[in-house]
């Protein structure tokens, strides 16, 4: 809302006296030394002392009102203070205030000395994680995650001083009607004792996106009135066109002007039906980003309103349409800047720690204050009540299932206007009762790819374990995964000079990932486990971390998009959180991950080719269907997809009919039979779906693996082998194999003393451990991944293989085609030591941490044993040619090495 020339306001931003108070004990009189603290942000973002410290603080410092301003009620307003609040004027108490994020005010006329100084005081306290003694108990009041990333404490958004007339207007509730195309208006004026209110007349004027009138109403003044007003024709708001109205209300009395307040709207309307979501009408697919609304150098507080302007124009450059603000409530600025670029927003409460009967009076009221104080912002599509079953007990407690209907029932009765979410899920909770089915999918890939489309097949059949014990499903509920991702490594070196040294941060996430998470050191840790010898230098690790990140993520939306049951995600997440490295923007707002390809592989229409091989052979038949999802508001479909093979000569074309908006169609096959390639090589198939007035709709492309027909590039003299079925398929590649262990290699897959005989005696073995789980060699132990550390769910893994010992072209790390091999096992045992010659190919978590090996080489007698836990076995018996590939690759470098 905008001020009226009837009002007047001084900001009280800036430097502030600011003292801890630990023991909870000091009056202002008692304070001796004061630090000083900048407004708005948290304590804890100003003092490196501070960053952990959560209980009272206080707040002091002097303003002078000015020789002329106006004889009015004068009110001093807090945008949010976390969390508790006491406030007094001149040493006389004026107030108090419960709750974080958001604002209050008070009357303060009869406490100030006009034409003299006065003063402000506000003791804060902050209760913070696993402060549970006191009124304010942690579990018990709203506070997001500040549990994960450290307390948010203190006067985080503005504070300003307001003089406003008598009578004056408090709100407006602007509610759009796009069907009977009018706006209804809920106005609320506030009057002082004695002031009185007889003879005044609120008059409304809705001026359209250009600035022209076109819609009035006048009504008489009351402390609550409604009305609607006709907008012909409206110019409707939508993230393609985010055009907004403003409203303006003045009161006058006797024709005299009183008060003017005026805000802005936009004329949309979302729904959901046919589990399809609709904006004006119109089909439209969720392509989010879940936004945790923290900043590099002020935590919870935007910097600049440049600064949300800039990171949502970000958003919109990578093609996406909305943001879901996770578990926070933003500074107001946050909404209306989305407002004005074109996003849609998907809300959370912030969560609590468990449902007792004062944590549902706070939840409670912060949902009621957080939907009235942004209502009127057409950016904002969906609430959401809980999120992971944070602060419920949804798996075991009926009376927590019944709280959260109740409370969805509560929310849409007080806004029918948008979608209410009543859990985002994961495993093992679910839904009670919800306008969205979502849920959340974290798996690593390519490591979990398969694991991830078997997921995803059941999410889009609508699996029972969606909903839970007495819940209301309808079955039409549209379904969006609404979180998944893979971490990628920001660059330090920006962030540093950002922060103009190490960032504080970097001494966080310990507590997290068995340590994984902990950002300090990585540089240290490259070093010490030599993977230099894997990706060159350390930028290299950090592109083939961001790489491995975007590979995941086009992987992942386009099976998504590729299921037309699916109406939207959510990816985790559009920027770095501290120790959190799964943004597609760091922290500080610089982009990991190209815009440009992000923005192709957002866009709201879509072509895909989501069932690619592995590798495909020379002479062999391919069949790639073709896959087509539009949801933009293009005038026109049919046209063709035309495709192409770069340096082989292929392409071809098939016919697009109409495709309807909201609609995913298969459109036939690419095919072709493999071409006959000299090496194993990489080339791009690149597609184009094309208009008939030749412009495109969408575009994308492929990486896809060759392989030449002959498999062995050089003659293999002798292979003993122990295992039948491996003997037969390297038999059938062209290897000369015996069963006895003579010759050049052996390849085993079971080690016993028949094969530590061989290596002692000189011999070189190729031992594939894959299936050997928790045997012992004598330096080395073989551990699943499944249930560790290892399997990289969250904190997520990237795995290594050194360049100079396979010929299949790879980026130092293990893409799509190594889908196939990747291993289900690691090596541990092995000092940083062995990572320097002996180990080819390995894998790290998190921040670079934990080390392990997935091949080594290790000495033994006057042999060398070669082991390595890749798939390689079950690839040969698949006929997986990147299988047969590595394991010539590790039978030539046994035969070369010393």
Not at 647 to 668: D, E, M, Q, Y
Request: charged content about 20%; some cysteine.
């Amino acid at each position: 809302m905008t001020n009226s020339p009837t009002r007047r306001q001084s900001s009280l931003d800036g430097a502030w006296k600011f003292q801890t108070d630990p023991a909870g004990d000091l009056t202002l009189e008692k304070i001796a030394t004061w630090r000083t603290a900048t407004v708005p942000a948290p304590w804890q973002a100003q003092f490196d002392d501070l960053r952990d410290y959560s209980g009272v603080a206080w707040y002091h410092r002097t303003f002078d009102l000015p020789a002329d301003w106006p004889n009015h009620p004068t009110y001093l307003y807090f945008g949010a203070v976390d969390y508790y609040a006491e406030v007094w004027i001149n040493a006389v108490r004026v107030g108090e205030h419960e709750g974080g994020y958001l604002p209050f005010e008070f009357e303060i006329e009869q406490h100030l000395r006009r034409g003299r100084e006065n003063r402000v005081t506000v003791r804060v306290l902050d209760p913070g994680p696993g402060a549970e003694e006191g009124p304010f108990p942690f579990s018990e009041i709203p506070h997001g995650k500040q549990s994960w990333y450290g307390p948010i404490g203190g006067l985080w958004q503005s504070v300003y001083l307001e003089a406003r007339p008598p009578v004056h207007v408090t709100g407006l509730r602007i509610t759009p009607d796009l069907p009977g195309d009018k706006v209804r208006v809920k106005t609320q004026l506030a009057t002082m004792p004695g002031s009185g209110d007889d003879g005044h007349v609120l008059e409304l004027t809705v001026f359209d996106p250009a600035g022209n009138v076109v819609g009035q109403a006048s009504l008489p003044a009351a402390p609550s009135a409604s009305t609607e007003i006709e907008i012909p024709g409206p110019v409707l708001w939508s993230p393609e066109h985010p055009a907004l109205y403003r409203i303006e209300a003045t009161l006058l009395r006797d024709a005299t002007l009183v008060d003017r307040l005026d805000d802005r709207f936009g004329m949309r309307h979302f729904e959901a039906r046919g589990g399809r979501f609709y904006l004006n009408g119109e089909p439209v697919y969720l392509r989010m980003a879940l936004d945790q609304d923290y900043y590099p150098g002020t935590i919870a507080t935007p910097p600049s309103t440049q600064f949300l302007r800039d990171q949502f124009t970000q958003a919109k450059q990578a093609g996406l349409n909305g943001l879901r603000c996770h578990i926070k409530i933003p500074d107001p600025r946050y909404f209306d800047l989305a407002d004005e670029v074109g996003l849609l927003i998907w809300v959370d409460l912030p969560s609590w720690g468990r449902l007792t009967p004062a944590s549902r009076t706070r939840a409670g009221a912060t949902l009621q204050g957080m939907i009235e104080r942004d209502f009127n912002h057409p950016s904002i599509v969906i609430w959401d009540i809980v999120n992971e079953d944070w602060g419920t007990d949804l798996v075991h407690s009926s009376d927590d299932r019944t709280w959260l209907a109740e409370t969805v029932a509560e929310v849409k009765q007080f806004d029918p206007t948008r979608l209410v979410v009543d859990n985002s899920p994961c495993p093992p909770n679910f839904h009670v009762i919800s306008d969205i089915e979502d849920y959340h999918f974290y798996h690593a890939i390519p490591d979990q790819a398969d694991r991830f489309r078997a997921r995803l097949a059941e999410f889009a059949a609508r699996s029972e374990w969606t909903f839970g014990p007495e819940s209301r499903r309808r079955g039409d509920e549209p379904l969006v995964v609404s979180e998944f991702g893979n971490w990628g490594l920001p660059d330090p070196q920006p962030l540093c000079e950002w922060y103009g040294g190490t960032p504080w941060w970097f001494n966080s996430g310990q507590t997290w990932g068995e340590g994984t998470a902990h950002p300090d050191g990585m540089l240290t840790r490259f070093q010490k486990y030599h993977l230099a010898h894997a990706f060159g230098s350390f930028a290299g690790l950090i592109a083939a971390s961001q790489g491995q990140q975007m590979m995941a993520l086009k992987y992942q939306i386009e099976a998504m998009r590729a299921h037309p049951e699916l109406s939207g995600y959510v990816i985790t997440e559009f920027t770095d959180l501290h120790w959190e490295a799964n943004g597609i923007l760091n922290i500080c707002r610089q982009p990991k991950l190209s815009l440009e390809q992000l923005a192709r592989l957002n866009a709201a229409d879509a072509i895909l080719a989501p069932d690619l091989p592995a590798a495909i052979p020379s002479g062999e038949p391919v069949h790639l269907p073709v896959i087509l999802s539009r949801y933009s508001q293009r005038t026109e479909s049919r046209g063709q997809v035309q495709w192409s093979l770069d340096g082989t000569g292929l392409k071809g074309a098939l016919a697009v009919p109409r495709v309807a908006p909201g609609s995913v169609v298969a459109v036939g096959e690419i095919a072709f039979t493999g071409p006959d390639v000299a090496a194993t090589a990489r080339h791009r198939l690149c597609l184009h779906w094309n208009a008939t007035n030749g412009s495109t709709i969408a575009a994308n492309e492929y990486e896809l693996l060759l392989v030449p027909r002959q498999r062995l590039t050089e003659p293999v003299a002798t292979v003993a082998a122990d295992d039948p079925a491996v003997v037969e398929q390297l038999t059938a590649l062209g290897y000369t194999v015996g069963t006895d262990l003579t010759g050049d290699v052996a390849i085993l897959t079971q080690w016993d003393q028949a094969g530590d005989n061989f290596v002692q005696r000189g011999g070189r073995a190729l031992l594939l451990a894959e299936e050997l789980s928790g045997q012992t060699y004598p330096e080395i132990r073989f551990l699943p991944r499944e249930g560790t550390i290892w399997a990289g769910d969250w904190t997520s893994t990237l795995h290594w293989f050194r360049p100079d010992v396979s010929c299949i072209p790879h980026d130092n790390w293990l893409d799509m085609p190594f889908v196939g091999v990747i291993p289900e096992q690691v090596i541990i045992g092995l000092p940083p030591s062995a990572f320097a010659d002996d180990v080819l190919g390995g894998l790290f978590v998190g921040w670079v941490h934990k080390p392990v090996a997935t091949t080594v080489r290790l000495a033994r007698g006057d042999g060398q044993l070669l082991v390595t836990t890749l798939r390689l076995r079950r690839g040969l018996l698949a006929g997986d040619p990147v299988a047969a590939i590595l394991c010539q690759d590790l039978v030539n470098w046994l035969k070369k090495s010393e």
